[in-house]
């Protein structure tokens, strides 16, 4: 087995995210399907080592070049800015959001230089990061930027062992979320979900896109959006060679099964059957860069006291060194 190189940011410090990291590169499983560099602050990851009872060897490298990937030793490449003095697990600081910020770029750019093939960062935790005064969306928006991605190309597909779901609108009110159902942005995240499968090993994708409104709209009945956008944009994808269909009832297509993945219009759509997942991941789909993440977050009010479940963290690996396989 191609064992891919991955870079792992430990996400918001004051969370879980070092716990189910240093838990995850503990696996069996993992160790065998990727060389793994965590990136964060490295006496953080010393300490939520001590911590948390990880007894296998902390290599720190400080610079890209002096990356190993030890099969022996769990390497951190160290991103300084952290105040250790003041840390402590579940409690928000100023500078938290920065940090985790910082730790996915340096992540990214791991990727962007060649040096892993994969990203995958443990959950961000939003309200830190506006606590420091940047703007800031979730990791979609933010890979987008880092990687010069137009934002509109870049999407979340969350998935798990049943389900992937590419979604045309996120984290907004629903109100202007509906202004983005619109043909061009629909067939962008059809074409970003094939192109995605495709890249994880799937080489003739069958994606089903669900309606806007209840019953896909009912022939007009309960809304027009079905016939005026998402119904052309699925003809559109299938003029491409794309092997979509629907529009369907949201509830009705995913009740059914039966395709590689599903595109929704609303966050709820997708995000309410994918939480109803054990071990979910997410994705961030249509960038340059394979990354993704975990489908919950930074559970301040658990951090610190070892009992995080990594399994979320751990399938976002395994599916993200299934594509390893695909271009070995």
């Known amino acids: 087995m191609r064992r891919m190189r991955m870079a792992i940011a430990i996400g918001d410090p004051a969370g879980i995210g070092s716990e189910i990291v240093l838990k995850a590169l503990c696996n069996g499983e993992v160790r065998r399907r990727c060389a793994a560099v965590m990136v964060g602050d490295?006496?953080?990851?010393?300490?939520?080592?001590?911590?948390?009872?990880?007894?296998?060897?902390?290599?720190?490298?400080?610079?890209?070049?002096?990356?190993?990937?030890?099969?022996?030793?769990?390497?951190?490449?160290?991103?300084?800015?952290?105040?250790?003095?003041?840390?402590?697990?579940?409690?928000?600081?100023?500078?938290?959001?920065?940090?985790?910020?910082?730790?996915?770029?340096?992540?990214?750019?791991?990727?962007?230089?060649?040096?892993?093939?994969?990203?995958?960062?443990?959950?961000?935790?939003?309200?830190?990061?506006?606590?420091d005064g940047i703007g800031f969306d979730g990791y979609p928006g933010f890979l987008a930027r880092i990687t010069r991605t137009p934002e509109d190309e870049v999407y979340l597909m969350a998935a798990s062992e049943r389900f992937r779901i590419a979604h045309v609108t996120l984290h907004l009110s629903v109100r202007d979320a509906l202004t983005l159902v619109t043909r061009a942005r629909i067939i962008k995240v059809i074409?970003?979900?094939?192109?995605?499968?495709?890249?994880?090993?799937?080489?003739?994708?069958?994606?089903?896109?669900?309606?806007?409104?209840?019953?896909?709209?009912?022939?007009?009945?309960?809304?027009?959006?079905?016939?005026?956008?998402?119904?052309?944009?699925?003809?559109?994808?299938?003029?491409?060679?794309?092997?979509?269909?629907?529009?369907?009832?949201?509830?009705?297509?995913?009740?059914?099964?039966?395709?590689?993945?599903?595109?929704?219009?609303?966050?709820?759509?997708?995000?309410?059957?994918?939480?109803?997942?054990?071990?979910?991941?997410?994705?961030?789909?249509?960038?340059?860069?394979?990354?993704?993440s975990v489908a919950h977050g930074s559970a301040h009010d658990i951090a610190g006291q070892g009992i995080a479940d990594p399994s979320s963290l751990i399938n976002a690996i395994r599916w993200c060194a299934a594509a390893a396989q695909v271009s070995a």
């Open 42 to 131: 490295a006496a953080l990851v010393q300490h939520a080592a001590r911590q948390f009872g990880i007894d296998r060897p902390i290599k720190v490298a400080r610079t890209a070049a002096d990356l190993a990937f030890p099969d022996d030793a769990i390497e951190i490449l160290h991103v300084p800015g952290l105040d250790m003095a003041a840390f402590r697990f579940g409690a928000q600081a100023p500078g938290h959001g920065r940090a985790l910020l910082a730790y996915a770029e340096a992540a990214i750019g791991l990727a962007q230089d060649g040096v892993v093939g994969a990203v995958v960062a443990a959950p961000h935790d939003q309200t830190s990061v506006h606590r």
């Open 191 to 292: 074409r970003a979900a094939d192109a995605a499968l495709r890249r994880m090993g799937i080489a003739r994708p069958v994606i089903g896109v669900s309606g806007l409104n209840p019953h896909a709209g009912e022939h007009g009945l309960f809304g027009r959006e079905e016939e005026t956008e998402i119904g052309p944009a699925i003809a559109d994808a299938r003029a491409l060679g794309i092997d979509a269909d629907g529009p369907f009832g949201a509830d009705v297509m995913l009740a059914r099964g039966g395709r590689d993945a599903y595109v929704v219009m609303l966050h709820d759509q997708g995000h309410i059957p994918i939480k109803l997942e054990p071990g979910s991941a997410v994705f961030s789909i249509g960038a340059p860069v394979l990354f993704a």
